[in-house]
């Protein structure tokens, strides 16, 4: 029996995120729970286990994987597996939490497409051929997930809960993978985080930065495919 799969987005974005890999995994049960609907990461993980399965893989990426370690925080005993891409384990950055306050009024004066062309899209990818679609499709989603969104998911970020003990807590099979290039959430809290979670896998994706479900797809997805493989397996055996 395998077991249900939960992905969570990262800030502005929704399933298009995970598109390669919702098309790519048919053996098992696969949800993708949005994380806009309140202003703490505490609330936000309530909400996604609100809507959950009984017990799950859970998934996140970049705020998707500081919601996912919210989950873990309240319900570990619903996690069967955890994977962590392009994330942050600890609280947010007195500056950079200053430095979201500018962001949230333009986009509350309606500036919400120059903010994210303009000071996020490109912290986001490595340079490859694709590029310019992924930023198209990071650009899409975020005028989907709208200027309400962001303000909340910019809220909840700046008063996060450093979480690194939960990860020293955590004994499900668990995956940690990031983009080589990710300048966002760089490679070394990833190591951070591997050391924490004992038994855990590190992988880390060539030719990727922030993104890389969409920026090497095939790679992402084989990744996530092997740690599914040890999730069931342990979860038979629980």
Request: aromatic share 2%; proline share 7%.
């Amino acid at each position: 029996m395998t077991t249900p799969l939960l992905l969570l987005p990262g800030m502005m974005c929704d399933a298009r995120l995970f598109a390669p890999q919702l098309a790519a995994i048919h053996d098992r049960a696969v949800m993708v729970s949005p994380i806009a609907a309140a202003d703490t990461t505490q609330a936000l993980a309530r909400i996604v286990l609100d809507a959950a399965p009984p017990r799950f893989a859970l998934a996140g990426l970049s705020m998707g994987g500081i919601v996912a370690m919210e989950v873990m925080a309240i319900a570990p005993e619903r996690i069967a597996g955890l994977c962590l891409m392009d994330t942050n384990p600890k609280a947010e950055h007195p500056k950079i939490a200053e430095a979201r306050e500018p962001q949230i009024q333009a986009v509350r004066d309606g500036d919400l497409r120059r903010v994210m062309r303009e000071e996020m899209k490109p912290n986001y990818l490595a340079d490859g051929p694709h590029v310019g679609a992924i930023l198209d499709t990071c650009m899409a989603m975020a005028e989907t997930m709208g200027p309400v969104s962001f303000v909340r998911q910019s809220r909840a970020l700046q008063t996060r809960a450093d979480r690194q003990d939960v990860l020293a807590s955590v004994t499900v099979p668990s995956l940690i993978l990031c983009g080589r290039e990710d300048t966002l959430c760089p490679l070394h809290r990833h190591e951070t985080m591997h050391r924490l979670i004992e038994g855990s896998e590190l992988v880390v994706v060539e030719g990727a930065g922030h993104l890389p479900t969409l920026e090497q797809p095939e790679v992402t997805t084989r990744a996530v495919r092997h740690w599914l493989e040890h999730v069931d397996h342990a979860d038979a055996l629980a």
